[in-house]
């Protein structure tokens, strides 16, 4: 049966199709068969190829193969082993691989398997190798061996942006976030296990040793050496990550248990981190700076910490060494702000911009429960004794006064004064059992009744004052736009959300190759391009 819906289309061949008028059609001839353009599968094609023309003057590859061919790429070349009148392979031009990972990082690519088959087929990989196929390994050994030139070579780029004034370092915005590490979820283990898969490595360890001795010859010399390599490398990896285990164990201290830290059997340096989602993985912390003027990365960091507080010195840093200059004015958010760091950046002569709650707020309820625990009495608690600002003193309950004793500098930031009592005067007050009852094991009283009064120092004080102006929150207003911009971008545009190297070192190499892409993206648009179109108009 058929659907009315069908019975009203008419069919292309073979129906009598009413006319207009209301008169009788006349009979419709069949309309001829479409004619179509063959798809031969089958056949062999010699095709004449001009590589050059693959690309269209304005492509991004175009533009990578000409800034980078003007850059100092002799820390690439130094170990290169083939050499004019030696035998041996030819190696690969590092110019063409720097070219291949920064064009494939900015198209999303990042495996080198992905790249190798990309430069078989892709127009801009056949441009960049001349329609040669590159080798993965290679591709793969390239990314991760060079640190201390890649890092120099982000340094150039960046010293080419601020040469065409996209860099100015007038205000920078530093923010980090989470990527995580090629190790799976499953890695994360508590102490307990690890030191079990530990024994486990030894005694395998130990029973191929044995049978090495006992020298099988039913077993091929190759794979028992493989086994052995095997075993000892997972001895390895377990030995790490129990040694990582225990920094992690030093660092949460006071904050997890130590037999609730986990670390990872398989990538000892990853840290156990929570994401946006509210899911832990194995991860690192990407620290990025960026210049406000463009929105270029001018430092990167990768750190095994879970949070951001006191990385901003470890930035600026970062942006002295490879810009050889010190931002004016730092723009973060309240994850790296604390009095310490206000203090550090008046040092560095660096204006902060942030947040966070630096007045001194005493908590009421924290200070109670210390009394009670020193067995103080609620009527002698801190807040009833009564400030005498005009003799810089305390005068307690009973009317006894506290001098003022010393500071004491034991907190960055923090000045605490410190009034005390003389011990002979409390020693004799008929209410010292409620106000300082004898402590320590010998139960005896040595010291008068402590009053601590704390107060920023006036640089800290200067900063929250400061940042009370609608000047300065104004500023403040731009820094998400501003700080999570290249965030973003790597993660979304360029797909860096998970590493594909292990390892703290080798995984910066790789947030090294994607930051390179994200500049180099930036100064296509805001300056290759227009120059092309100016050139042109010329």
Same mark, same amino acid.
């Given at each position: 049966?058929?659907?009315?819906?069908?019975?009203?289309?008419?069919?292309?061949?073979? /129906?009598?199709?009413?006319?207009?008028?209301?008169?009788?059609?006349?009979?419709?001839?069949?309309?001829?068969?479409?004619?179509?353009?063959? /798809?031969?599968?089958?056949?062999?094609?010699?095709?004449?190829?001009?590589?050059?023309?693959?690309?269209?003057? #304005?492509?991004?590859?175009?533009?990578?193969?000409?800034?980078?061919?003007?850059?100092?790429?002799? !820390?690439?070349?130094? #170990?290169?082993?083939?050499?004019?009148?030696?035998?041996?392979?030819?190696?690969?031009?590092?110019?063409?691989?720097?070219?291949?990972? /920064?064009?494939?990082?900015?198209? =999303?690519?990042? @495996?080198?398997?992905?790249?190798?088959?990309?430069?078989?087929?892709?127009?801009?990989?056949?441009?960049?190798?001349?329609?040669?196929?590159?080798?993965?390994?290679?591709?793969?050994?390239?990314?991760?061996?060079?640190?201390?030139?890649?890092?120099?070579?982000?340094?150039?780029?960046?010293?080419?942006?601020?040469?065409?004034?996209?860099?100015?370092?007038?205000?920078?915005?530093?923010?980090?976030?989470?990527?995580?590490?090629?190790?799976?979820?499953?890695?994360?283990? +508590?102490?307990?296990?690890?030191?079990?898969?530990?024994?486990?490595?030894?005694?395998?360890?130990?029973? *191929?040793?044995?049978? @090495?001795?006992?020298?099988? &010859?039913?077993?091929? @010399?190759?794979?028992?050496?493989?086994?052995?390599?095997?075993?000892?490398?997972?001895?390895? &990896?377990?030995?790490?990550?129990?040694?990582? !285990?225990?920094?992690?164990?030093?660092?949460?201290?006071?904050?997890?248990?130590?037999?609730?830290?986990?670390?990872?059997?398989?990538?000892?340096?990853?840290?156990?981190?929570?994401?946006?989602? =509210?899911?832990?993985?194995?991860?690192?912390?990407?620290?990025?700076?960026?210049?406000?003027?463009?929105?270029?990365?001018?430092?990167?960091?990768?750190?095994?910490?879970?949070?951001?507080? =006191?990385?901003?010195?470890?930035?600026?840093?970062?942006?002295?060494?490879?810009?050889?200059?010190?931002?004016?004015?730092?723009?973060? #958010?309240?994850?790296?702000?604390?009095?310490?760091?206000?203090?550090? %950046?008046?040092?560095?002569?660096?204006?902060?911009?942030?947040?966070?709650?630096?007045?001194?707020?005493?908590?009421?309820?924290?200070?109670?429960?210390?009394?009670?625990? +020193?067995?103080?009495?609620? @009527?002698?608690?801190?807040?009833?004794?009564?400030?005498?600002?005009?003799?810089?003193?305390?005068?307690?309950?009973?009317?006894?006064?506290?001098?003022?004793?010393?500071?004491? #500098?034991?907190?960055?930031?923090?000045?605490?004064?410190?009034?005390?009592?003389?011990?002979?005067?409390?020693?004799?007050?008929?209410?010292?059992?409620?106000?300082?009852?004898?402590?320590?094991?010998?139960?005896?009283? %040595?010291?008068?009744?402590?009053?601590?009064?704390?107060?920023?120092?006036?640089?800290?004080?200067?900063?929250?004052?400061?940042?009370?102006?609608?000047?300065?929150?104004?500023?403040?207003?731009? &820094?998400?736009?501003?700080?999570?911009?290249?965030? *973003?971008?790597?993660?979304?545009?360029?797909?860096?959300?998970?590493?594909?190297?292990?390892?703290?070192?080798?995984?910066?190499?790789?947030?090294?190759?994607?930051?390179?892409?994200?500049?180099?993206?930036?100064?296509?648009?805001?300056?290759?391009?227009?120059? !092309?179109?100016?050139?042109?108009?010329?």
């Amino acid at each position: 049966m058929t659907s009315p819906e069908a019975e009203n289309q008419l069919p292309l061949v073979g /129906i009598e199709v009413p006319s207009q008028d209301g008169q009788e059609p006349s009979p419709a001839e069949p309309r001829p068969l479409p004619r179509l353009k063959p /798809i031969n599968r089958q056949q062999m094609i010699l095709r004449t190829v001009m590589v050059e023309d693959l690309l269209e003057p #304005d492509h991004p590859a175009r533009a990578l193969w000409e800034l980078v061919e003007g850059l100092d790429l002799s !820390l690439f070349y130094k #170990d290169i082993k083939a050499v004019e009148g030696a035998p041996g392979q030819d190696a690969y031009d590092p110019h063409l691989l720097i070219c291949l990972w /920064i064009y494939a990082y900015s198209e =999303g690519v990042s @495996a080198a398997r992905e790249v190798a088959r990309c430069s078989e087929y892709h127009p801009a990989y056949q441009w960049l190798t001349g329609m040669k196929s590159v080798n993965y390994h290679s591709l793969s050994t390239f990314r991760v061996q060079y640190k201390e030139a890649l890092d120099k070579l982000f340094a150039q780029v960046l010293a080419v942006m601020q040469s065409q004034g996209l860099v100015e370092l007038q205000r920078v915005t530093q923010d980090g976030t989470k990527i995580q590490a090629a190790a799976s979820r499953r890695s994360l283990h +508590r102490e307990k296990t690890l030191q079990k898969h530990l024994e486990e490595a030894q005694q395998r360890v130990k029973e *191929l040793e044995e049978q @090495a001795q006992q020298e099988d &010859r039913g077993q091929n @010399a190759r794979q028992r050496a493989a086994q052995e390599r095997a075993a000892r490398e997972k001895l390895e &990896r377990m030995q790490a990550a129990l040694e990582q !285990l225990a920094q992690v164990q030093k660092e949460q201290a006071g904050q997890t248990r130590p037999e609730e830290c986990r670390g990872s059997e398989s990538e000892a340096e990853a840290r156990k981190m929570k994401h946006s989602d =509210g899911s832990f993985s194995p991860s690192y912390n990407a620290q990025l700076v960026a210049d406000a003027k463009a929105d270029l990365i001018v430092a990167v960091q990768l750190t095994q910490a879970c949070n951001d507080q =006191g990385l901003l010195e470890a930035g600026l840093d970062e942006v002295q060494r490879v810009c050889q200059q010190t931002p004016r004015e730092a723009l973060v #958010d309240d994850g790296y702000v604390s009095r310490a760091t206000v203090v550090e %950046t008046q040092k560095r002569k660096v204006e902060l911009i942030g947040t966070g709650q630096l007045d001194q707020q005493h908590d009421p309820g924290k200070t109670a429960r210390n009394c009670e625990r +020193r067995g103080v009495a609620p @009527a002698f608690y801190p807040q009833e004794f009564r400030y005498d600002a005009e003799h810089d003193l305390y005068v307690c309950p009973a009317g006894q006064p506290l001098p003022h004793r010393g500071v004491k #500098d034991d907190r960055p930031g923090v000045e605490r004064h410190q009034y005390r009592a003389k011990a002979s005067t409390c020693r004799g007050c008929a209410l010292q059992a409620q106000c300082c009852p004898p402590s320590g094991k010998s139960g005896k009283f %040595t010291h008068g009744r402590l009053i601590v009064r704390s107060q920023n120092e006036p640089v800290v004080d200067a900063y929250v004052e400061k940042m009370k102006t609608p000047e300065a929150q104004a500023i403040y207003q731009q &820094r998400k736009r501003l700080a999570e911009f290249p965030n *973003l971008w790597i993660k979304e545009k360029l797909g860096l959300r998970r590493f594909r190297v292990r390892g703290l070192v080798k995984a910066g190499c790789e947030l090294l190759w994607a930051c390179l892409a994200y500049n180099l993206q930036q100064w296509i648009r805001l300056r290759w391009r227009p120059a !092309l179109v100016n050139q042109a108009a010329a």
